[in-house]
């Protein structure tokens, strides 16, 4: 499975954002799809997970009520929309499939190459 997120910009603080991760390869819709977020010197973070049904999902708490991640396989396309954005949410912001449900990075083999959001104050 090949992975590319776009979908990222600048956005004021209380903004939103739609990331989308179209993913390439017959084998995507086995996948569970998750979005990572990284910011320099630290490490990367989980952010929110859906299983390859569609029929779960998985948040950090710090985005949980603001985020949505939702997947149309018919499209082989994975989001995530952003609401009520904070600087906090500022990274670079990539898509991650696996075969394993849960948060942890380690989990998912296949990475997209990111896409940078940054949310000013």
């Known amino acids: 499975v090949q992975l590319q997120a776009f979908g990222g910009g600048l956005v004021h603080a209380g903004g939103a954002l739609r990331l989308s991760c179209a993913a390439s390869?017959?084998?995507?819709?086995?996948?569970?799809m998750a979005w990572f977020r990284q910011t320099p010197g630290k490490e990367r973070e989980f952010v929110a997970v859906?299983?390859?049904?569609?029929?779960?999902?998985l948040y950090v708490d710090s985005v949980m009520g603001r985020f949505t991640i939702a997947r149309d396989n018919a499209q082989n396309t994975v989001y995530l929309q952003m609401n009520s954005l904070e600087p906090e949410d500022t990274g670079v912001y990539y898509c991650?499939?696996?075969?394993?449900?849960?948060?942890?990075?380690?989990?998912?083999?296949?990475w997209g190459q990111g896409t940078e959001v940054t949310v000013s104050s």
């Open positions: 390869g017959r084998t995507y819709r086995n996948y569970n």
């Open positions: 859906i299983r390859w049904s569609g029929g779960s999902t």
């Open positions: 991650a499939g696996g075969i394993t449900f849960g948060s942890s990075k380690a989990l998912y083999g296949y």
